[in-house]
């Protein structure tokens, strides 16, 4: 009889509308929370409480912020999570984080850190390429303790304003990548501020693969990410998760909730559920 190896067998069940979803999968996202500058109902106080129930509707194990600053991600945390990153003002504590929150009960972090998108990414706080602000990235090898498996994980938030700086923030980042990972499998998710068509979404696309795109089951929500609390009139996705060969993608999602006091942040949160081949 012939042999069905783990990942076939897993895509043949959801081929055939088996809505089990193996225990070894786990919840990834890439979450840009909006930084605590708006005015009511806008305001981090107000948002706080949605966003939580955000994470916790969706069950995310592990998930890339951006814009947070260091008060909003110790009020994401609580008692389960624990997260890798620096600020981009120092690599420490000062200015918006794009960092990697992690369930404490199912991963291990065994080494990360951030760096500069830049023309000297270790230095904190510098400004390459007309880049409006300064931007970083940061990255983690975790294992998963329900599997022993082991995977590298990066998280950034390009600029808004210079192209030149998106394809060059990104072409950094997918080299360091591609030399960090050493064969590992691979993820990259984050605010790319650039639209499918893009140099900067293509770059990435060149070493990995678009989460939407190769999803098992049927995208579910809307294509666009940006909701600029109603205003925004963006169709199409900033915000993605690219993975490597080694995943499957079990599921992939656009969470667009929008609760009675308002809108959980200016981006919609893109989940997608992951299986380690």
């Keep these: 009889m012939k042999k069905i190896c783990f990942p076939a067998l897993v895509l043949l069940m959801l081929l055939c509308g088996c809505s089990s979803i193996p225990e070894e999968s786990f919840t990834l996202a890439t979450y840009n929370i909006r930084c605590p500058v708006d005015k009511t109902p806008h305001t ?8 939580l129930a955000v994470i916790e509707k ?19 945390l609580g008692t389960e999570y624990q997260f890798i990153g620096g600020g981009r003002n120092d690599f420490k504590n000062a200015g918006e984080f794009s960092a990697i929150i992690f369930r404490k009960s199912r991963f291990e972090l065994i080494k990360g850190g951030t760096f500069g998108l830049s023309e000297k ?3 904190p706080g510098l400004k390459s390429w007309k880049t409006a602000c300064p931007r970083i990235a940061t990255w983690g090898l975790f294992r998963d303790k329900k599997t022993g498996k082991e995977f590298v994980y990066y998280n950034t938030h390009l600029d808004h304003v210079s192209e030149l700086a998106r394809v060059n923030g990104i072409k950094l980042l997918v080299r360091h990548a591609r030399e960090n990972a050493a064969g590992k ?6 605010d790319f501020n650039a639209k499918p068509d893009s140099t900067t979404y293509k770059t990435a696309k060149s070493l990995l693969h678009n989460t939407a795109e190769v999803t098992q089951t049927p995208h579910k929500g809307p294509q666009k990410t940006f909701n600029g609390y109603g205003r925004s009139k963006h169709t199409v996705p900033i915000d993605y998760i690219f993975v490597s060969d080694k995943f499957l993608v079990l599921a992939h999602k656009t969470d667009d909730t929008i609760y009675p006091e308002g809108y959980p942040s200016d981006h919609f949160p893109v989940i997608t559920k992951l299986l380690i081949k």
């Design 44 to 51: 981090w106080k107000e948002r706080k409480p949605r966003c």
């Design 121 to 123: 990414p270790d230095v």
């Design 58 to 76: 969706n069950k995310f194990d592990i998930f890339g912020v951006q814009e947070a600053v260091r008060f909003q991600l110790d009020d994401l």
């Design 185 to 190: 499998p691979l993820v990259i998710s984050g």
